[in-house]
Nanobody, 115 residues
Framework: QVQLVESGGGLVQPGGSLRLSCAASGFTFSSYTMRWYRQALGKERELVASISSAGGSTGYVNSVKGRFTVSRDNAKNTVYLQMNSLKPDDTAVYYC????????WGQGTQVTVSS
């Protein structure tokens, strides 16, 4: 069956870094645009970053530009989100999403930025 499993979340101090991973299985990963969303407590889910199926095109929400980098390894069926210079406002549950013929979601991983 289709699975998207996020990992790499945790507690980090402001200014720190984390690298999220999302391992995919059960569908043709290389045919899907991959996206990272986040949802902070009491707020709507927000698209943070996206990467095209072959990895040649990426996009970011303004608030993370220059700090976050999305990448993918189609040989490993994995998408990554490198997060640097983290701020308390980045605190949220981060979700991996596969967008294509169908729309798949992971279970989310908590990122908490706090001193």
């Amino acid at each position: 069956q289709v699975q998207l499993v996020e990992s790499g979340g945790g507690l980090v101090q402001p200014g720190g870094s984390l690298r999220l991973s999302c391992a995919a299985s059960g569908f043709t990963f290389s045919s899907y645009t991959m996206r990272w969303y986040r949802q902070a407590l009491g707020k709507e889910r927000e698209l943070v970053a996206s990467i095209s199926s072959a990895g040649g095109s990426t996009g970011y929400v303004n608030s993370v530009k220059g700090r976050f980098t999305v990448s993918r390894d189609n040989a490993k069926n994995t998408v990554y989100l490198q997060m640097n210079s983290l701020k308390p406002d980045d605190t949220a549950v981060y979700y991996c999403n596969a967008f294509g013929q169908y729309n798949y979601w992971g279970q989310g991983t908590q990122v908490t930025v706090s001193s």
